[in-house]
């Protein structure tokens, strides 16, 4: 089975803090995504990356920056938290080019005070 | 970026109802995936369909891929308390675009 882990489950943090959020994916995926999921609006699109040090702005990008070092680790940086950046965070991978289905971690719920 | 439209919003049901919700693109979708995400957890694959007309099952869900490519649609029979959670579909927006539009969900709750 594939297994993406996030780093925590509940993050406080407080306004103008620099947060990172962790992600770690064990099955080679070439893809990995950074999404946030507010009530009523779905899951949005932050940054995608397709290879290591490959990264493109998905549909929400304002505010937030990435890293991709390693194949099996993306991270999502706040550089600035603002309490409008209070959400749940999900990190998700998936196979690329053959394989569309993207698996998803348990989850961040950040509150930014 | 571009939005998938799911509906309904939310269902209440009894257990042992059938349920139906679908979701609807303005443009032509290539793969359409169905997924449920528990309260607190991240979202989990359910089904996924390639093919226009593809009626897929997976125990008690059936999702089947719209003929126009523009829908898609999932049923789960004999609803069970298990079933609560929210349901999103999802598919890629471009024919080779591996990034995944997902629709705004479905909460569906069952009453006692």
């Known amino acids: 089975d594939v297994k993406v882990t996030q780093s925590s489950r509940y993050l406080v943090k407080r306004t103008g803090e620099k947060v990172f959020l962790e992600c770690v994916q064990d099955m080679d995926h070439e893809n990995m995504f950074w999404y946030r999921q507010d009530p009523g609006l779905g899951l949005r699109l932050i940054y995608f990356s397709y290879d290591v040090k490959m990264k493109e702005k998905g549909d929400i990008p304002e505010g937030y920056s990435v890293s991709r070092e390693k194949k099996e680790r993306f991270s999502l940086i706040l550089e600035s938290a603002s309490t409008n950046q209070t959400s749940m965070y999900l990190c998700?991978?998936?196979?690329?080019?053959?394989?569309?289905?993207?698996?998803f971690g348990q989850g961040t719920r950040l509150t930014v005070v | 970026g571009q939005q998938l439209n799911q509906s309904p919003q939310s269902m209440f049901i009894q257990e042992g109802e059938d349920v139906s919700m679908n979701c609807t693109s303005s443009?032509?979708?290539?793969?359409w995936l169905w997924y449920k995400q528990d309260p607190g957890e991240g979202p989990v694959l359910l089904i996924a369909l390639y093919k226009a007309g593809e009626l897929t099952s997976n125990g008690r869900l059936t999702a089947q891929f719209g003929i126009t490519r523009k829908d898609s649609f999932l049923n789960i029979s004999a609803s069970i308390p298990s079933d609560v959670g929210i349901y999103f579909c999802?598919?890629?927006?471009?024919?080779?675009?591996?990034?995944?539009?997902f629709g705004t969900g479905t909460r569906l709750t069952i009453i006692p």
């Open positions: 999802a598919g890629p927006p471009h024919f080779g675009n591996e990034k995944l539009t």
């Open positions: 998700a991978s998936s196979l690329g080019r053959t394989g569309f289905e993207a698996f």
């Open positions: 443009s032509i979708f290539n793969t």
